[in-house]
């Protein structure tokens, strides 16, 4: 168990919809990263946040956009929901956002788009 | 061409066997990761390297800063030891991690 805690396991929408992914960071942790893996793309950088401030922005779609909130726990929300947005939605915590740390990843949250 | 290249792509080996999966980036970076994915899809953080060689149980893991390149070994390979191993680096201009494609990895006992 990595400390770091995805909710849903699994979601399941439609075409056009609007969800919201949770990752609460591993206790101590202050930096929180988003990663999509998705069949033809492999891992792929999202965002990263810092104690409640955008630090690095990677390949994010307009359509998603996140944020970390006091308790340094992190949302990831995904709109107008394309098929091509299914994925395996990883969520990541460290120490602090300098290189030397190692992120630990959470179970993920698996995103059917039908 | 890829900024973080990983070889072989699939590799299946027979237990006990000492295996080795090469990751080449072409980047300047500040640390390189090694994660295992199992086969549900949970991923582990294995090793952080910014320089020489790394030891954790069965697990080594070098790297060579000037040849940007490397190494992750198993030794005394085993059947669960089967996943995906993915080489990742962060580059020295940020704090992105850029993922190579994985090497998914199968022991047979």
């Known amino acids: 168990d990595s400390g770091v805690t995805q909710t849903p396991k699994h979601l399941i929408t439609a075409t056009g919809q609007r969800v919201t992914l949770r990752c609460s960071p591993r206790?101590?942790?202050?930096?929180v990263y988003w990663y999509q893996q998705s069949l033809d793309q492999g891992l792929q950088f999202l965002i990263q946040y810092y104690n409640g401030e955008e630090r690095a922005k990677g390949n994010i779609l307009e359509r998603f956009s996140a944020q970390q909130f006091p308790d340094l726990h992190s949302e990831l929300n995904l709109s107008s929901l394309e098929l091509g947005d299914s994925a395996l939605y990883f969520c990541?915590?460290?120490?602090?956002?300098?290189?030397?740390?190692?992120?630990?990843f959470g179970a993920g949250t698996r995103l059917s788009v039908l | 061409k890829n900024e973080v290249e990983q070889s072989p792509q699939n590799l299946t080996a027979q237990e006990g066997e000492f295996i080795t999966i090469n990751c080449s980036y072409s980047v300047g970076i500040s640390a390189l990761h090694w994660l295992q994915q199992h086969p549900g899809g949970g991923i582990v953080s294995l090793f952080m390297?910014?320089?020489g060689k790394k030891k954790h149980g069965r697990l080594i893991a070098t790297i060579n800063i000037q040849e940007k390149h490397s190494s992750l070994h198993i030794t005394a390979s085993h059947p669960r030891d089967s996943a995906v191993y993915i080489c990742?680096?962060?580059?020295?201009?940020?704090?992105?991690?850029?993922f190579g494609e994985g090497t998914q990895l199968t022991v047979n006992p």
């Open positions: 390297l910014s320089s």
């Open positions: 206790s101590g942790d202050l930096s």
């Open positions: 990742a680096v962060r580059e020295t201009s940020g704090s992105r991690l850029t």
């Open positions: 990541a915590s460290s120490v602090s956002g300098v290189a030397k740390n190692i992120q630990y």
